[in-house]
């Protein structure tokens, strides 16, 4: 397995929260409709299909909240947070497209943003 697609399967749990790098776990409708609106003012939606290569191409990180048994995350959890980063992988990364939804805001999401900030340029 290349490194790349090694990294698009790391998956991280704590209470009911999941973190998951996987990009096809991404309801691509559910974010495109936080592309559409003033919180990701900065986004443009995009054709399904377009948005899914985006992703495909990206190292996603879907934050799930799981009612159930908090990982992994099944392809119907209810994504509530969402970054990118547009990396080669190895010596650049760039983090975008970071939303927390309305209704989970203000539980200190904000710091795995900040993590993920530390490990890129953005
Ligand atoms: C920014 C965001 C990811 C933070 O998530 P969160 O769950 O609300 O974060 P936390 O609960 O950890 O922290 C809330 C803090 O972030 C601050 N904050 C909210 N939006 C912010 C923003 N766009 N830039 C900087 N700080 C922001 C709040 O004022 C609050 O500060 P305080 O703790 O000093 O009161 C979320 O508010 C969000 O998705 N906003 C809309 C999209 C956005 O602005 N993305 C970032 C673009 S760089």
């Not at 704590?14 to 559910?30: A, E, F, M």
């Not at 992703?55 to 934050?63: H, K, R, V």
């Not at 995350?73 to 080669?88: C, M, V, Y």
Request: proline content about 7%; charged content about 20%; hydrophobic content about 35%.
């Amino acid at each position: 397995m290349s490194e790349a697609s090694e990294l698009q399967h790391q998956t991280w749990s704590k209470d009911q929260y999941t973190i998951s790098t996987d990009p096809s776990l991404i309801p691509v409708k559910r974010l495109n409709e936080a592309f559409a609106s003033d919180d990701m003012y900065w986004a443009i939606p995009s054709p399904d299909s377009v948005l899914r290569e985006t992703l495909d191409g990206s190292l996603c990180f879907g934050l799930y909240q799981s009612q159930l048994q908090p990982q992994p995350p099944q392809p119907d959890s209810e994504l509530i947070g969402f970054a990118r980063l547009i990396t080669d992988h190895s010596t650049f990364a760039w983090l975008t497209d970071v939303h927390i939804w309305r209704s989970h805001q203000g539980r200190g999401f904000r710091e795995v943003a900040d993590r993920l900030r530390e490990g890129g340029h953005g």
